[in-house]
């Protein structure tokens, strides 16, 4: 799809400006690569209602009790294999990288430096991520991908410096209240089995493909989302869109529209417009007054032959330099 480079970008920028503050100190000694954990013992202590972090005397002593393998310090970026990379001084876990393990440890959760917890495949205890997310308070990124989940903390709605969520193909049904996550940019939620979301922050971009929302949710900050996302959902109207007046991109593939608001002409920060794949039978014209479109797609709707070449007619006189999809 057209707007996967505009993803990409988004979440370069996003990663960019959560990192271009740190501050780089000078390691007390040569930080190298190696493995630690493989504690099979440690398997029985992964109820988090069990979690104890006093246990631990170091976050090399947390990873040390992990029940697998982890590479510590990678010497370059691994997707196939479960990672821990620790910060300059070589003391704190500042990310954590799951890859297709058998259970998430809870004593992850006792890594209160932890910046990054990205975890593939790689399930949670009873399939719940506990109230002792709680204790990553420092977190700035929080990326799950194809891992059930049945319930969620609501304590991931306290995490005050979460820069990005992204919680993709974890058949999750009800997401926390995320309000107050004041600096979040990103909030990526694809492929799972919501149709609501409770307190949703003023984000730059939010990513809801292949979910049952009825409607576009609302944003506490209209004016600063940049982005919308809504490919494969049962979509019944999108009149509250015309609300978010910086709008560059909103993708609305295969949503089952039969009708696009006049108003959608009021969104004149709109580059990328994406229809595809829907009951519409009416184009508004309006449309085609948008002084900064780049790329138009309305195939596979239910427009007659004549109104799409009246389309590309016009299309070609107002945007001369854009690109129409029919």
Known sequence: MFYNKVVFILLLVSWLCSTGNSVVLTPKRPIQSHITGGYKKSLTKNDASKLDCSEFSSD???LQQFPFPILVNPIQELYNQSTATMDENDVSVKKI??????VVPSSVFCLSKLQTLDIRMTPFHNGIVPNNLANLKLLRHLWIYDTSILKISEQLGTLNNLVMIVLSNCSLTHLPNLSKLQQLTILDIPENRLSEVDGM?????????????????????????????????????????????????????????????????????????????????????????????ETLDIKNNLLSSEEIQSIQKEFAISHPNAELIV
Request: avoid cysteine; aromatic fraction near 12%; glycine fraction near 4%.
């Open 60 to 62: 090399y002593d947390v």
């Open 97 to 102: 990288y799951f890859y297709a393990e058998e």
């Open 201 to 293: 922050p003023g984000v730059l971009m939010m990513d809801l493909r292949d979910n049952f929302f009825k409607e576009i949710p609302t944003t506490n900050k209209k004016e600063r989302i940049t982005y919308i996302i809504m490919g494969n959902n049962p979509l019944k109207s999108i009149e509250s869109i015309t609300s978010y007046t910086n709008l560059e991109g909103l993708y609305l593939r295969n949503t089952t529209l039969k009708f696009i608001p006049p108003t959608i002409g009021k969104l004149k920060k709109l580059k990328y417009l994406e229809l595809s794949d829907n009951q519409l039978s009416q184009f508004p014209k309006n449309i085609l007054n948008l002084p900064h479109l």
